[in-house]
């Protein structure tokens, strides 16, 4: 008896973990091809970032390293970017959320947007110093400081989306 809940507790994680991989990739590559309006034609915003701060700090699930490194190197070879440098960010961000929510456990929720500013912009900079020493050529900044302000100005959007569908459906359900 143990041992078919076992492997159905094995299946179980096995496609949450597939279907955590796809999400993650099809959101990728989402975030690329909104290069194609013209409001992002300098850059686009990094809903990845935004997704996985959710996952993990709303939703109280954990990504895993292995699935972040290959959707990360997967996307850079699929765009031609610096191979290793989305994974990067990608570990970075989801490191940097966890030791943030370590600090916050007692705090409020209106302190989110301000922890993910600054996870954000921490992975980002990491991640434009590796960019910066790999390339030794400084990119324009102006791409950089739209891709970091529209990321920013989407979070609370999305987020507030969330909970208002999360409020809808517990409305309807009681």
């Known amino acids: 008896m143990t041992k078919h809940n076992k492997i159905f507790y ?6 949450l973990s597939t279907l955590f991989f796809v999400f993650i990739f099809c959101l990728l590559n989402l975030q690329t091809s ?3 309006f013209l409001i992002f034609e300098i850059s686009t915003p990094s809903l990845i970032s935004i997704m996985i701060y959710l996952y993990i700090v709303k939703f109280n699930l954990n990504p895993s390293n292995i699935i972040l490194l290959l959707t990360g190197f997967l996307h850079d070879i699929m765009i031609g970017n610096n191979v290793g440098t989305t994974s990067i960010f990608l570990l970075l961000f989801k490191y940097f959320t966890y030791s943030i929510i370590l600090e916050k456990i007692n705090k409020k929720n209106q302190e989110d947007w301000i922890y993910f500013t600054i996870i954000f912009i921490f992975s980002f900079v990491i991640v434009l110093l590796f960019n910066l020493i790999i390339n030794f050529s400084i ?8 891709h970091v302000g529209i990321t920013l100005i989407l979070y609370p959007i999305i987020n507030t989306s969330i909970n208002l569908f999360s409020f809808v459906s517990r409305l309807i359900k009681s």
Request: aromatic share 36%; hydrophobic share 45%; net charge neutral.
């Open 10 to 15: 094995y299946f179980y994680k096995l496609s």
């Open 139 to 146: 990119p324009e900044l102006s791409p950089i400081f739209f």
């Open 34 to 36: 909104l290069s194609f």
